[in-house]
């Protein structure tokens, strides 16, 4: 079935750090995909989306490129910052966004 | 503010017992997605209406149900409750099918006891 699978965390990097989160992909069809955030005590909002092979999606300095051949959606950031620690989730949709499956979530710790 | 309402924000049951958890979409969106977060199984896609009408079913228990009222707010029914239904329940709105982006309410925690 469709699913999604990204690396487990917690994550912890100093600031401006570098930052990268796998995240692959298993869908039937041509799904889109996107990466949410989750800060502290809050629900998860739309960092950034992609909605076709090859399509980047970039929002606050993180961004993502959809890779079919490698069922990939990676979350990048040049340079962290302590602001954004939190709960990083990848997801796709498909059915014609009927249906989001979101990953199991990867922790991000920034240390001033 | 996501402008997703929903209520109650904590809940705390007996096993055994039924719990209603009761979202308010954004204004103007049509969709309305069930999610459960459990520290050992992420974040599980539970049901999704549109319009008042089921569109997509995951892995909703038969214990679970929800439905969607000509306002557009929903509610998750759960009922027998058993200790492993403890979790983050969230509802999540759009305004309808193909625009890509879900809107999060800050979720309801149940525990049950």
């Known amino acids: 079935g469709d699913s999604v699978t990204q690396m487990e965390g917690p994550v912890t990097l100093s600031e401006e750090a570098f930052l990268t989160i796998n995240c692959t992909y298993t869908?039937?069809?041509?799904?889109?995909l996107f990466w949410y955030v989750q800060y502290p005590g809050e629900g998860l909002q739309l960092l950034l989306k992609?909605?076709?092979?090859?399509d980047k999606g970039s929002n606050k300095g993180f961004e993502a490129t959809y890779r079919k051949e490698t069922t990939s959606f990676h979350l990048e950031k040049g340079s962290v910052q302590v602001s954004d620690s939190a709960v990083y989730f990848c997801?796709?949709?498909?059915?014609?966004?009927?249906?989001?499956?979101f990953g199991s979530g990867t922790k991000l710790n920034v240390k001033p | 503010d996501s402008g997703v309402t929903q209520t109650p924000k904590h809940l705390i049951t007996a096993t055994g017992q039924r719990v209603t958890l009761r979202c308010s979409p954004r204004?103007?969106?049509?969709?309305v997605y069930w999610y459960q977060q459990s520290l050992d199984q992420g974040l599980q896609f539970l049901i999704q209406?549109?319009?008042?009408?089921?569109?997509a079913k995951g892995n909703i228990l038969e214990r679970f149900s929800a439905q969607q009222f000509p306002d557009l707010h929903s509610e998750l029914n759960l009922s027998s409750l058993e200790l492993g239904d403890s979790a983050l329940y969230f509802c999540?709105?759009?305004?309808?099918?193909?625009?890509?982006?879900?809107?999060f309410g800050e979720g309801s925690r149940l525990t049950v006891l």
């Open positions: 999540a709105s759009s305004v309808g099918p193909a625009t890509g982006e879900l809107f």
């Open positions: 869908a039937t069809g041509y799904p889109s």
């Open positions: 992609a909605t076709k092979a090859d």
């Open positions: 997801a796709l949709s498909v059915n014609n966004f009927n249906k989001f499956y």
């Open positions: 204004s103007g969106d049509l969709s």
């Open positions: 209406y549109y319009n008042g009408e089921e569109r």
